[in-house]
């Protein structure tokens, strides 16, 4: 009866390891965390309840109060799982662009979904979370792009998971960044362990090599911006990844090591491969972090038959 978790919140973490024996070049090992083990099929699931967790510690969040967040992604399914599991309101806003199938996932987990103008974009839909968050009595806007807490579960958990299940071997870790708090918790455990951390953003927003935003076709990572919970300098490298080449990692992942990943997931195993291939990392451990899983990117342009 020991393993039997008290609700689904206690399933989030220790995520598997697991060996890409078939992509990896020979004398290098590229192994895989698979992050969409998590309950809501994602790394956020970290995040949120890290995030929520600190703010009940620091009276911030009562029993009873609302939380408040700027999501139609997967942090958002993740804030809306583990808020309502722990028995919070929990209203979630995104432009009307999102696809409506966020929405529905969203709502049936129990929260109240709030769309914005689609010309206002991402920050319309930020300032209306903050706005319904001053408005309301007890309720807490995360705001994980600037969230310490966020970075710092995934010191906690994350990053030592892989330290702890590589024996320490783990030489190299190649992390996806989005709201910057996987790459910037792995940055914070290796940093006295001798563990390179590379980053991966998209090619068409190098914002983290210091060019301009764009647009680009992979979503969970490439904000437009540099999360305040991220100092860029800590990453070893920053790899930056082509819609197309993340597509074709979702692929090759899926048909040579039978593992079903996101947009984001393939970004980080492109530039992991990439890596892998250099003279340099002949005999390293290079761990990429997969953030999500594949179902629910079904209608990106990676699952679509090629030309």
């Not at 706005?131 to 705001?143: F, S, W």
């Not at 997931?265 to 492109?270: D, P």
Request: with cysteine.
């Amino acid at each position: 009866m020991g393993r039997i978790a008290a609700d689904v919140t206690w399933l989030i973490g220790r995520t598997p390891l697991v060996e890409l024996a078939r992509l990896s070049p020979p004398g290098t090992r590229v192994l895989a965390k698979l992050e969409g083990d998590n309950p809501s099929g994602s790394n956020k699931d970290r995040a949120a309840l890290g995030m929520i967790q600190d703010a009940e510690r620091c009276g911030l969040l009562q029993q009873g109060g609302t939380i408040v967040e700027c999501s139609g992604g997967d942090l958002g399914v993740a804030i809306a799982m583990v808020g309502r599991r722990r028995g919070y309101r929990v209203v979630l806003t995104m432009p009307e662009w999102l696809p409506q199938n966020r929405s529905n996932i969203l709502r049936a987990l129990g929260a109240e979904v709030v769309q914005t103008p689609a010309v206002e974009g991402m920050r319309g839909a930020m300032a209306r979370a903050e706005q319904i968050a001053r408005q309301t009595p007890g309720a807490l806007c995360l705001q994980a792009f600037t969230n310490r807490a966020n970075s710092r579960q995934h010191a906690d958990t994350t990053a030592r998971e892989i330290w702890e299940d590589t024996d320490g071997q783990v030489q190299i870790v190649v992390c996806p960044v989005g709201t910057g708090g996987t790459a910037g918790g792995c940055c914070q455990f290796f940093e006295e362990r001798d563990v390179a951390v590379v980053g991966v953003e998209p090619a068409g927003s190098r914002v983290l090599s210091g060019n301009m935003p764009g647009a680009h076709d992979i979503p969970g990572i490439g904000a437009g911006f540099v999360p305040e919970i991220l100092d860029a300098r800590a990453l070893t490298e920053v790899v930056a990844v082509e819609d197309q080449e993340a597509a074709l990692g979702v692929r090759v992942l899926a048909r040579d090591e039978a593992i079903l990943v996101g947009p984001a997931s393939g970004a980080v195993i492109a530039a992991a491969v990439s890596i892998a291939r250099r003279p340099a990392s002949n005999g390293k451990m290079i761990v990429a972090i997969l953030p999500d899983r594949g179902e629910r990117y079904l209608d990106h342009r990676a699952f679509q038959p090629e030309a």
